[in-house]
């Protein structure tokens, strides 16, 4: 596959990815924007030997970190005045339960968060992780077991609630 | 190697979850977890919540990409973007050759039009040339001693080469450029982002000494002066908060 097929192969990763941090569709797609062009840019001076993908997510981070808190403020800003965007079509099966994992995982911290989707949703080896963040590899560790156990309280907290009511 | 004895680490439990143990340490890892129901529950929770996590975030991936997203338009866009710079810039210091060749160039105060001039060329030398991968250099950095050697001859003496690596940038190499008066040489740098930069020299005709001002052409930046007869430009892509100190060391040591 040619590095441009490669590109092209990993935009719907790029948008789920920025989708699920910044969680409005517009904020996502300028930013997977700005990264391809970024990439276009910078792609005849790739090695043959660099890994197509992390190297992707490199950039969107890397342009994340300074737009990221802005446009994190203007989707919280939107999504109170509009109407967010559905985490799952209505009609899904199972949307509830759905809505309320992407629920906690909004509620991680966005280290946490970056790692756990890094991770489990875009499959990246830990390495490729901990460079595509800039951090050493025991952080993306640690990050990654509080991420996992924080959701697995939120999704046990959830499931217990309906109990403790009816108490 | 494997060692059955050794103790099961936290790592080891999201690399079996992830999938990536090889198969006699997740055999290991799977025979701790029967000894331990708590340990289970937690690396069961945490499997099937990744697994829940891919399914509803799945639907996005199926999506239809938004055409303005796609490649083939980026790329158009970003040609379209690009050529009426370099192609104006080129056809500027063509009209200001054919001025030249008219014999009514702009003799007046020389030395701002020299600089203007100067600045112009550069410019389109880095547009032209700064980010082409596969020409943009004619000689690479390893031939040192040839960058050397054109540039002394481009002078008229003997020359060093300016060290930016202070300020991250490593020497590419450089090519042979003609400008209105004579041969120029320009020398591309870059950062570790892969950044250019590009040193562009050339000796003066009138030569009248220019102090260092401001050049903006298009997306190119940085700064151009006049000094020993000699006029010399830095130029960077965007901005570059280093590149007016990186000028100001270049014209101070100037060996070149």
Request: proline content about 6%.
């Amino acid at each position: 596959m040619s590095i441009i097929a490669e590109v092209e192969a990993a935009v719907p990763a790029l948008r789920r990815y920025a989708w699920s941090l910044l969680r409005q569709r517009d904020g996502a797609d300028d930013l997977v924007q700005d990264t391809l062009e970024r990439a276009l840019l910078h792609l005849p001076r790739l090695g043959a030997e660099t890994a197509v993908r992390p190297w992707l997510f490199t950039i969107m981070h890397n342009l994340s970190v300074s737009r990221w808190r802005q446009l994190r403020r203007r989707a919280r800003w939107m999504v109170q005045q509009e109407d967010r965007d559905a985490p799952v079509p209505a009609e899904q099966e199972g949307g509830l339960a759905r809505r309320d994992l992407l629920a906690g995982l909004e509620l991680l911290p966005e280290e946490q968060r970056q790692v756990l989707l890094l991770v489990t949703v875009e499959g990246l080896e830990y390495r490729e992780v901990a460079g595509i963040l800039g951090v050493p590899i025991g952080t993306v560790m640690s990050r990654l077991s509080r991420a996992r156990d924080r959701l697995r309280a939120h999704m046990e907290g959830r499931e217990r609630e309906p109990l403790r009511r009816v108490k | 190697m494997s060692d059955p004895n050794r103790p099961v680490l936290e790592d080891d439990l999201h690399a079996y979850v992830d999938g990536r143990l090889d198969p006699a340490r997740q055999a290991e890892v799977e025979a701790a977890l029967a000894r331990n129901p708590a340990l289970r529950a937690r690396v069961t929770a945490w499997r099937a919540q990744a697994q829940e996590l891919r399914e509803a975030l799945a639907f996005r991936l199926a999506e239809p990409v938004p055409a303005r997203l796609s490649l083939s338009r980026l790329t158009e866009q970003r040609l379209a973007r690009r050529r009426p710079g370099w192609q104006m810039a080129a056809a500027v210091v063509l009209a200001l050759g054919l001025g030249a060749a008219g014999g009514w160039t702009l003799r007046g105060p020389g030395g701002p039009t020299e600089i203007a001039r100067l600045s112009m060329e550069a410019a389109s030398a880095h547009l032209v040339f700064a980010e082409d991968p596969a020409h943009g250099v004619e000689v690479n950095a390893a031939d040192r001693a040839v960058l050397v050697q054109w540039a002394s001859r481009t002078m008229g003496r003997k020359v060093t080469l300016p060290d930016l690596s202070p300020f991250g940038y490593r020497l590419l190499g450089g090519r042979m450029l003609s400008a209105m008066y004579g041969p120029a040489t320009m020398l591309v740098y870059a950062d570790a982002a892969g950044n250019r930069l590009t040193v562009y020299v050339q000796p003066m005709k009138r030569g009248e000494p220019a102090p260092m001002r401001p050049v903006l052409v298009r997306s190119v930046g940085g700064y151009a002066w006049i000094k020993n007869k000699v006029g010399c430009s830095v130029l960077a892509d965007g901005e570059t908060a280093t590149l007016h100190a990186m000028a100001n060391t270049i014209r101070d040591g100037l060996e070149l």
